[in-house]
């Protein structure tokens, strides 16, 4: 028997009966797929996801690029010519390199060269890959430790909440892009090492593990407050009364009723975490090259700003829609599984 | 008839020589004035020029400090020339070991009091005091050098400074040819005698030049004017500066250095402009923009004692696959920089162009040769073996150490990138406690001599295990090249020449054990504003700026 509560949804005048008797779970799906803008979201998200899931496909067997290695010599075919990836300037002091622009050819440099002659197109791509791994990675690691964290602090309550609130209170204290830098920048430069455990400096799980500890005291803290909330609940004292251990009282009627709330907040963390690992790769101290994140793909345009703006926008635009979509599904999500809390009208309401 | 003849002939020469003379002192004079405003992305770090090593401020303390000696205030090569400075004239006895100098008289510090020897004799003391970063390196051959590195806030050089009214004795443990260069550059600046016994940091230390720091606040503004106790004692070593007012103002990015140079908001950026504006530099500003090629290189020292570059097959794989043409692309283009394989650059004493880690092996580069290096990784056993390459964060160094873990991958071994801060760029790959395997560095000349390059970078004396301080990254000491160094150093004293003859094959020999990859030769970009005119590139210290003018 699950412990949940279900929420009062009651079948709408002459509506369907079998509405009432559906599952939470069950609910909240419908409701989600009666969120129009919620869907188009997703579908979205699902689009860029496909596409960097895609990456090696595209810059093997369409592009035919290794978009990590340099190509300062290399040539591609713009206009139906064959022209040099790095355009020397011929003209006054013949000062300056540019790489090619946007051909807008998927075959040939769909949206230029950075400076090294990489393809753009193809970078962006498999950097989607990695900030969509860091982001994914690191917010299943922040939602899982903090619902342990909040679960474990919230029910036992005491010494065990007095010190975990404070271990909380110390991470929160720091302001959290600062957190991430000084952690970034310390490990970045030796790695990681902690007895079994041995994160190189060059290693995706640096930036993921940092990523996912600094964000914890953000979730933990109202999961915390839900338990101790749910602690007091009609239920969960009659469970009590009946004898129910407290292995019984956590994964039977505390867990099932908190874990909305870590759903609801996956996939705005995994927005935020997409943005701040954006940030510390545009710092140059999250994913080191020849690897490649939207931020960093950034950080490379943000030299070729003048002259080559695609290389920079593209992966500003690829970070601007995912966040967006990601942020407006994660809303969806929690006016499916809270419908009390709506946060945006649908068409439906 | 002939001696009249010639009489006229100097009249005229005489009446020709007064009225070009008056003319030329008329535009100088009518140039006088205004404020040439400089730029820099952030402050070069301390002010006091015993300690500061930044050519950002070096290139200041040439109009606002003096030694004893100076390089020559000249365009080109004559900047190499060593002419007396705050000292009328010098020579030397003992052998070479004594160094005996005159102090020229009435010359005053910025504060109005005079330099005696007692400021001299208490200036190369403070050199030690303070620490100076090359206190060990360009000065530790003066008589009680070795005492005072080893407790500096006691220094006095006892037995090897002396100063006796208008005469300053240095005494040195044995000969030293490139004396007179060590002697002029601004670490041995001479300062008041009652200058700090530690770094001064902000607080402007008063000098002798044209110019003084009258303030410096390292988040806004350095403001350099006119020193009112100035005089020219010698046009070749501290002429009269032409602005009255030289600022360097710090924060703005290197693009909006250069949007504030076109815009005439400011008169010049003191960092390399970004790829992206060099195209329109060259173009829309062709004349307001200076090249001037360096003695200089930028190079990837690979440490000998980490592997995978222990092994001698490894370095010269990476030396063999690295395009230097396409590394001068990132660096601007062919007008920017020259394929180099060798320490020495062209024109440096000793240089005699050498470069066997290319196609066709000869004096100049001119092709990678990739399957020659992919079999070398093959034969060194160091076959996917893991490099992090270092590099400074900046547009450029990481563009060059990226480009060289692309090169890496190239041929066998499994390499990343790594960018870190520019503040630590230099001094971190230092440590050996870094592990630093490969980095990008880039070496200008202190002053123009072949040791400075090979015996500095690649000397058993510069290889100090666990320090900050310890030049020769590479960490570099073949016993039989660094004798041979130091012979040289040795034969500098009584001939020139072959010394440096002696230093080119040193030169093949440490290019040929390859404890780095040579990239290029710089050259240098100076954008200036419309406003300034008469701008003179010292080979030795860049741009003088004091010598432009601004109205």
């Known amino acids: 028997m699950s412990g949940a509560i279900v929420d009062e949804v009651l079948a709408p005048a002459g509506g369907d009966l079998a509405i009432a008797a559906a599952g939470p779970w069950q609910l909240a799906r419908r409701r989600l797929l009666r969120n129009r803008v919620a869907l188009v979201m997703a579908g979205l998200l699902a689009v860029i996801v496909a596409l960097c899931l895609g990456a090696p496909l595209y810059a093997h067997h369409i592009a035919h690029t290794d978009p990590f290695r340099s190509n300062l010599d290399g040539t591609t075919i713009a206009n139906g010519k064959r022209v040099p990836v790095m355009v020397q300037s011929t003209q006054g002091l013949g000062l300056g390199v540019t790489p090619i622009g946007p051909t807008w050819d998927v075959h040939h440099y769909f949206l230029g060269a950075d400076g090294q002659g990489r393809d753009v197109a193809a970078r962006l791509l498999y950097g989607g890959r990695n900030s969509l791994l860091i982001g994914t990675s690191a917010a299943l690691i922040t939602c899982f430790l903090a619902v342990l964290v909040g679960v474990v602090a919230g029910f036992f309550g005491g010494l065990v909440d007095g010190i975990l609130s404070r271990l909380l209170d110390v991470v929160w204290a720091f302001p959290v892009y600062l957190l991430a830098i000084s952690l970034s920048t310390v490990l970045i430069a030796r790695g990681f090492s902690l007895g079994p455990l041995h994160l190189t400096s060059g290693s995706l799980l640096l930036p993921i593990t940092i990523i996912g500890l600094v964000y914890i005291p953000y979730v933990a803290r109202p999961i915390r407050g839900e338990v101790l909330s749910l602690r007091r609940r009609e239920f969960v004292e009659a469970a009590i009364g009946l004898g129910a251990s407290n292995w019984r009282l956590l994964w039977s009627d505390i867990l099932p009723n908190v874990v909305t709330t870590a759903i609801v907040l996956f996939p705005l963390m995994l927005a935020i975490d997409m943005l701040t690992e954006a940030a510390l790769s545009f710092l140059s101290i999250g994913v080191q090259e020849p690897k490649a994140s939207w931020g960093s793909i950034i950080l490379d345009g943000q030299d070729l700003l003048y002259t080559r703006p695609a290389v920079a926008l593209a992966p500003g635009i690829a970070i601007a829609l995912t966040v967006l979509a990601l942020n407006v599904l994660g809303d969806g999500i929690r006016d499916a599984l809270d419908p009390r809390a709506k946060l945006r009208k649908t068409k439906d309401d | ?551």
């Open chain 2, 1 to 551: 008839m002939r001696n009249r003849k010639s009489l006229i002939a100097l009249a005229l020469v005489a009446v020709i020589g007064v009225v070009a003379t008056g003319s030329s002192s008329a535009r100088t004079t009518s140039h006088r004035g205004g404020t040439l405003k400089l730029l820099a992305n952030a402050a070069g770090g301390t002010l006091d020029p015993q300690v500061n090593y930044t050519l950002q401020y070096w290139q200041l303390y040439q109009a606002t400090y003096d030694g004893l000696l100076a390089f020559q205030k000249a365009g080109g090569s004559a900047a190499f020339n060593v002419v007396p400075d705050l000292a009328s004239s010098y020579k030397t006895t003992n052998g070479g070991k004594s160094w005996v100098f005159t102090l020229r008289k009435g010359i005053k510090f910025s504060n109005g009091r005079p330099v005696t020897a007692n400021d001299v004799v208490a200036s190369f003391r403070r050199i030690f005091k303070v620490k100076s970063p090359t206190a060990g390196g360009f000065y530790n051959g003066i008589v009680g050098a070795s005492k005072c590195l080893k407790t500096p806030a006691t220094c006095t050089l006892a037995g090897g400074i002396s100063g006796k009214g208008n005469t300053v004795t240095i005494n040195l443990t044995a000969p030293d040819a490139e004396f007179k260069y060590k002697l002029a550059v601004p670490h041995a600046s001479i300062l008041p005698a009652s200058a700090p016994p530690n770094d001064a940091g902000s607080t402007p230390i008063p000098g002798t030049g044209a110019y003084y720091f009258s303030s410096y606040d390292s988040n806004k503004q350095l403001v350099m004017k006119r020193n009112p106790y100035f005089h020219v004692w010698s046009q070749l070593a501290q002429p009269d500066g032409y602005p009255d007012q030289i600022t360097q103002s710090f924060g703005l990015t290197v693009e909006a250095q250069v949007t504030a140079v076109e815009n005439g908001q400011a008169d010049w950026g003191y960092d390399f402009p970004p790829a992206d504006r060099l195209n329109e530099l060259g173009t829309k500003y062709a004349a307001q923009t200076h090249l001037t090629p360096l003695t200089a290189f930028w190079y990837a020292p690979m440490n000998v004692n980490i592997p995978p570059f222990t092994s001698l097959k490894a370095r010269q794989a990476v030396n063999y696959a690295i395009d230097r043409n396409a590394l001068i692309k990132i660096f601007g283009g062919p007008k920017l920089a020259t394929p180099s394989c060798q320490v020495l650059p062209p024109g440096f004493p000793g240089n005699k162009p050498y470069c066997p880690y290319t196609k066709n092996p000869g004096a100049t580069w001119s092709a990678p040769d990739v399957a020659k290096a992919k079999q070398l990784v093959n034969a060194s056993g160091q076959k996917g073996a893991k490099v992090v390459v270092i590099s400074a964060n900046d547009e450029v160094q990481k563009a060059v150490g990226v480009y060289l873990a692309s090169v890496l991958n190239e041929i066998g071994f499994k390499a990343t990138a790594k960018a870190i801060s520019g503040n630590i760029a230099f001094t971190y790959p230092q440590n050996t406690k870094n592990h630093v395997q490969i980095n990008v560095q880039q070496w200008y000349q202190d002053y123009p001599a072949a040791s400075d390059f090979l015996h500095i970078l690649f000397g058993c004396e510069s290889f100090h295990p666990g320090s900050d301080s310890s030049i020769n990254m590479a960490g570099f000491c073949n016993k039989p090249i660094n004798a041979q160094m130091n012979a040289a150093l040795k034969l500098e004293n009584t001939n020139f020449p072959k010394a440096n003859a002696m230093w080119a094959k040193i030169d093949r020999q440490v290019t040929d054990q390859a404890p780095m990859a040579t990239m290029f030769t710089p050259k240098h970009l100076d954008f200036v504003s419309k406003r300034v005119g008469n701008f003179v590139f010292s080979k030795q210290f860049y741009w003088l700026v004091d010598q432009s003018w601004v109205q």
